[in-house]
């Protein structure tokens, strides 16, 4: 063994290499450093937040007026001083830019240098209040001139630098997708949307811009600096309909740019226009249109292949629909999850309440993990929306495991009435900082529907070559008059396509509960079948009596074999990819994905592992 720690990173790819495997092709994008929860709008490096174990880095946006206060004259000591900070305590930076803010009734904007507010840059004169608003002409070709020299300085400067996790892209507005405000809290905006349609004739050269500042970043970072940062656009909220971010996503996947959610909630009620145009997006093809067009519909088709972040949207009563702090960030972070989120901005007040600290350490455990590096498979479940209805996008949030609706005697919707905002009041536990009882759901035992049946992502399972796993389960033990009713986990097994796991009895305690076993025999191939007796899915829950059962939350984790393990040839190459990303860094930066890794169990994911997998390859070949 002492032979084998020596053995080199170069070792390692002869061995593949005799293997006969093809070397895994290199991404072009970085992402080891942009994952997990970051501070948001962290101008000071603020150490009580830093310090949180979950928080890897800061996020802040600086302004053009800070960056060039006068023309060509460049000027990012704040940036460099904020990473000093944060570099003395190991965190990381996502850098952003802000061309033009808030004006304050004054004739120039507070985020825009003086000197682009003059006729030289085309600047919009507009009158409000007796007062002359001066607006910042995005199309104006001398202005974009200076503005893609100042993202070069930028990229030069910084597009290498180890301690910038990714650069976010704001191309209006404090930063989001919108030439001027759309908030009712500045009262100008509809003065200033005016303005620049007149001045633009339409919305067209705004488009042209933000096409234009795509491609200069990706000029600027990623050929002329040959950079692997990741970037992202934040490409959330309309200025003339919700159509205009079509064009913007677009844009978007052409340069090799990943989205920014700028309004991360716990609920799909807030689609374009407060809902009024909300779509299924999943029934529309790819190439149509109205598939980017709403709040989730790009995050929703594109996460899996694209880096997505999210700006957590702040808490109050009417953004919570009823919900408490804590459960609207625990929901809001299954929501991120669900689209395939890598990084999420948590605000100040989020993390004051140490209430929500495990969710966000929940979303780290997950963010950015494929279906076969996610430690397990889960699915968070929810009553839809609109039960008048049904949309796929609604519902339930999940992560590689999901419910089939199409299956015979499964139960599409819950038929108990609920409060005005969405909570289900009636399975809500007395404690407000949980999260399982806002929503739910439930067997339509009363019209004959008694199953809700889930099914695995096909590369989850493939990944993982067990037969044994752990479940986990939330339900609501019921209402004294429910003690003694129960629920049954039904699952494929090698041996019975209906197998029963586990019998789990009520006992009334009007609490949430979680169910936590063992099931073996596995084989998880869709072998399941429904009451029909068509297969199709690989796990079930079950209710043989006339009792309500309220779920939830499902956890299906892969338990390593106690006997001879087959590894694939993915299964090689999987681990010698990741041996290589993480052999390094040291223990207290290793993620709990890793312990999946740890074959012979000896508490660490080493070399020795990498070894013990060759080997059993090796040995079943034949």
């Not at 100042?150 to 301690?163: F, V």
Request: proline share 5%; hydrophobic share 35%.
């Amino acid at each position: 063994m002492e032979l084998i720690s020596k053995l080199t990173t170069s070792t390692l790819i002869f061995i593949l290499s005799l293997l006969f495997l093809p070397q895994p092709a290199q991404a072009a994008v970085d992402y080891s450093s942009y994952t997990g929860t970051f501070l948001a709008f962290d101008s000071q490096g603020e150490q009580p937040y830093l310090n949180l174990d979950f928080v890897n880095g800061s996020h802040n946006r600086f302004s053009w007026r800070q960056l060039e206060p006068a023309e060509g004259k460049y000027n990012f000591s704040s940036i460099d001083q904020l990473l000093t900070k944060l570099a003395s305590v190991n965190k990381k930076l996502v850098l952003g830019l802000v061309l033009r803010c808030q004006s304050q009734g004054s004739i120039f904007d507070l985020c825009a240098p003086d000197w682009t507010l003059t006729d030289k840059y085309g600047v919009i004169k507009t009158n409000y209040q007796g007062k002359e608003l001066r607006l910042l002409n995005y199309a104006n070709p001398n202005l974009q001139f200076r503005l893609s020299k100042l993202i070069q300085a930028l990229a030069d400067r910084y597009s290498h630098n180890p301690n910038i996790a990714a650069v976010e892209i704001g191309p209006g507005y404090f930063g989001e997708a919108k030439p001027m405000p759309t908030t009712t809290a500045v009262a100008s905006r509809l003065v200033q949307k005016q303005a620049y349609l007149s001045a633009w004739g339409g919305k067209a050269p705004w488009q042209a811009y933000e096409r234009f500042l795509l491609s200069t970043y990706n000029q600027a970072f990623y050929q002329r600096n040959q950079s692997n940062l990741p970037m992202t656009v934040v490409y959330l909220g309309s200025f003339l309909n919700p159509w205009e971010q079509v064009d913007l996503v677009k844009a978007t996947l052409a340069n090799n740019i990943g989205l920014h959610h700028s309004g991360l909630e716990s609920n799909f009620s807030t689609s374009a226009n407060n809902g009024s145009e909300r779509i299924c997006a999943s029934k529309l093809p790819l190439n149509d249109p109205a598939a980017y067009r709403g709040h989730w519909e790009a995050t929703e088709r594109l996460g899996q292949d694209h880096v997505v972040s999210f700006e957590f949207h702040h808490w109050n009563p009417r953004h919570g629909y009823n919900l408490t702090e804590t459960e609207h960030v625990w929901w809001s972070v299954f929501n991120a999850l669900d689209k395939k989120g890598r990084v999420i901005y948590a605000y100040k007040q989020n993390l004051n309440n140490q209430n929500n600290h495990d969710a966000f350490r929940f979303f780290n455990k997950y963010a950015g993990k494929t279906a076969a590096e996610t430690p397990d498979a889960w699915i968070a479940l929810r009553t839809f929306i609109d039960l008048n209805k049904f949309c796929p996008d609604e519902g339930n949030y999940d992560f590689y495991l999901s419910q089939n609706f199409n299956a015979a005697g499964g139960s599409l919707i819950a038929h108990e009435p609920r409060q005005p905002g969405y909570a289900n009041q009636l399975v809500r536990s007395k404690d407000n900082n949980d999260w399982y009882g806002p929503y739910s759901r439930q067997p339509d035992v009363r019209n004959h529907k008694p199953y809700l049946f889930f099914k695995l992502d096909d590369a989850f399972v493939a990944s993982r070559p067990t037969t044994e796993y752990q479940v986990e389960i939330i339900y609501w033990d019921g209402n004294r008059q429910d003690a003694g009713s129960s629920w049954q986990f039904l699952y494929s097994a090698t041996t019975n396509s209906r197998q029963l796991g586990k019998t789990i009895t009520l006992t009334g305690s009007q609490r949430w509960l979680t169910a936590k076993f063992d099931i073996a025999d596995v084989t998880f191939s869709h072998r399941l079948i429904d009451q029909a007796g068509r297969p199709g899915n690989d796990i079930a829950l079950y209710t043989p009596d006339a009792v309500d059962d309220y779920f939830a939350f499902i956890k299906l984790t892969p338990v390593q074999s106690s006997g001879q393990v087959r590894f694939s040839q993915a299964n090689v190459i999987d681990f010698i990819v990741r041996y290589l990303q993480v052999k390094d860094r040291p223990i207290s930066e290793l993620t709990e994905a890793d312990e999946s890794y740890d074959i012979n169990r000896d508490g660490l994911f080493d070399f020795q592992d990498i070894i013990y997998v060759i080997v059993d390859y090796l040995k079943n070949l034949n």
